[in-house]
């Protein structure tokens, strides 16, 4: 089994530091860059690290899946 990779999405000051652990930092600064981000995720994401206001942006989603991969976590405010 291969491992895919892992993504932060969020705001710039909470997500950029996790490029330094080898995640794929994904800068989105509203809910809607959120949006369009998650529908283009790159192949191979097997787990995105959400910033809460990332994820509420999500929530508010109705085209985001749900219960299907990719796996998400999300930060503490």
Known sequence: MTMGSVAALGERSRVAGLAL???VVLVADGPEAVRRIWRSLPDGVDLVILTPAAAEALESDPAA???RRPLTAVMPP
């Open 65 to 67: 899946p749900r219960g």
């Open 21 to 23: 652990a080898g995640a």
